[in-house]
């Protein structure tokens, strides 16, 4: 039930791309994104809900595959603010009893 | 204004003591939940509320009960305490109840169990 992230770890210099990924066995109800800075609370970046959509804005966005088993975030142009650990959230079913299992991580160290 | 508040931000206890946390969001949701992160920040669901109603209890141990006098509290007592609870604790809350709307987190507390 837990996502498989990868990488485990990106280090990037300013203003390059990056992706993570996200993956399952399954298909997914919804695919969560959160970013958690070291000591700090993981932060909301996006859901997505259908099979094939695509958003967020042009310096980081994310999609979510046609089967609905792989989503894959996209952060361009990298800055310093970008550092930090991205979690996938992925939930299991569309009822209210569906639960969000995480995945492991992808640290991301942007240097200047 | 903080949205979801969680006291203490530390504790540092011994075996066998028993301990709370403390959670209060300010956001007007229905759903409040209880997440574990450990030293490899897996962050795994222990419990969520739904209008102070227990909807998921993903398989913790008993020492561990969660009580919400009301949609906006959800506190977490821990009887018994076991060197393997050190751990963050992470509260957060939803508008909806399922995964389908974001989750907002308080700041976590750190156990740790001596």
């Known amino acids: 039930q837990q996502p498989v992230q990868s990488p485990q770890a990106v280090i990037l210099r300013e203003g390059e791309d990056a992706v993570i990924n996200c993956s399952s066995s399954?298909?997914?109800?919804?695919v969560h994104w959160y970013r958690q800075k070291h000591g700090e609370a993981p932060v909301f970046l996006m859901i997505l809900l259908k099979g094939g959509e695509q958003k967020g804005h042009e310096k980081i966005s994310a999609s979510f595959n046609e089967k609905k088993q792989q989503s894959s975030l996209y952060l361009t142009a990298s800055q310093l603010s970008y550092s930090g650990t991205y979690f996938c959230?992925?939930?299991?079913?569309?009822?209210?009893?569906?639960?969000?299992?995480f995945g492991r991580g992808t640290q991301l160290t942007v240097w200047p | 204004d903080t949205a979801v508040s969680q006291t203490p931000k530390y504790l540092v206890t011994q075996m066998g003591n028993d301990k709370s946390i403390k959670c209060e969001q300010n956001?007007?949701?229905?759903?409040m939940y209880w997440y574990k992160q450990d030293s490899k920040k897996f962050l795994k669901i222990m419990f969520s509320y739904n209008n102070k109603e227990l909807i998921i209890n993903e398989t913790v141990p008993n020492r561990f009960s969660p009580k919400s006098p009301d949609k906006a509290h959800l506190n977490l007592h821990i009887n018994s305490l076991e060197l393997g609870d050190s751990a963050v604790y992470f509260c957060?809350?939803?508008?909806?109840?399922?995964?389908?709307?974001?989750?907002?987190f308080g700041n976590g507390t750190r156990l740790t169990v001596t």
């Open positions: 959230g992925t939930g299991d079913r569309g009822s209210t009893l569906g639960r969000l299992y």
């Open positions: 399954k298909a997914l109800y919804s």
């Open positions: 956001l007007g949701h229905d759903t």
């Open positions: 957060a809350s939803s508008q909806l109840q399922g995964t389908n709307s974001p989750l907002h």
